[in-house]
């Protein structure tokens, strides 16, 4: 199975809205992007609004060239934005305001009835949607029920331990993702990875997309966005090479 890389553009709003400037432009930023080699572009609309504005993920929508994922919050507002934009893929994802970064994965048991409700909803669109959950089996069990043919495993855990600790958070996310491919669910994996974290989760061979943004963008700092992706990439058919 081939691993593709969407890339998570949300940051270069963040230095936008640092300043309530009308740069840097997004819309450049995703066409390098996409001239990289990326096969989806990333975006989540918050409620808070912090980054992504709803302009963007218009303007985004009309001129993308390659899939467009949007994340956001399992809300009448955000589902109702979703709809009328219309993007390939909708990643329904959890969202607290106070947060600096989406913290841990969608609790589809305690949230079943409001995940499934958006669920539908999205998927009477033609949407495509993913659920960014944790890498547990029990929350795994949910997905068929609520209806979502893909999920995204959360590695926001084993991105920050370190030693024995970030061992065991990979099997976990090893163990997840075999059970999901099992039950004939697509998983793909995103949150905290960067160029030395990467590999070892692009190496699951039953993982078929990586969401990475924030790395992306710090790395683009130094050698511009278009090689930041490459690099990225390249690093991606290593670990399947």
């Keep these: 199975m081939s691993l593709e890389l969407g890339v998570n553009i949300d940051h270069i709003a963040t230095i936008r809205q640092a300043r309530g400037t ?40 009309k001129h993308c060239q390659r899939r467009l994922n ?36 969608l609790d589809v048991i305690g949230l079943f009835d409001r ?35 893909v999920i995204e495993l959360h590695t ?7 030693g024995d600790a970030q061992k065991r958070e990979f099997e976990r996310i090893v163990a997840a993702t075999e059970y999901a491919d099992e039950q004939g669910i697509q998983v793909n994996a995103g ?22 943004g924030h790395s992306i963008v710090a790395r683009a700092v130094f050698v511009g966005i278009k090689q930041a992706t490459q690099e990225m990439l390249a690093l991606l058919e290593q670990a399947r090479g």
């Design 22 to 61: 009308m740069y840097p432009d997004l819309l450049e930023a995703m066409k390098l992007v996409e001239d990289a080699g990326a096969h989806a572009i990333t975006i989540h609309l918050r409620e808070d609004r912090r980054h992504i504005q709803d302009a963007d993920v218009y303007a985004i929508k």
């Design 70 to 105: 949007l994340e956001l919050a399992a809300t009448d507002e955000m589902v109702a934005i979703a709809c009328d934009v219309a993007p390939s893929d909708a990643c329904v994802v959890p969202e607290k305001r106070e947060e600096l970064t989406t913290e841990g994965g």
């Design 115 to 149: 995940i499934k409700k958006s669920t539908q909803t999205l998927n009477k669109e033609g949407i495509r949607i993913s659920l960014f959950i944790e890498p547990s089996i029990e929350h795994i069990k949910r997905v068929p029920d609520i209806g979502a043919p």
């Design 156 to 162: 926001g855990t084993y991105a920050n331990a370190t």
């Design 191 to 212: 949150h905290g990875l960067d160029y030395n974290n990467t590999q070892i989760i692009a190496a699951i061979p039953q993982i078929k997309e990586l969401n990475i």
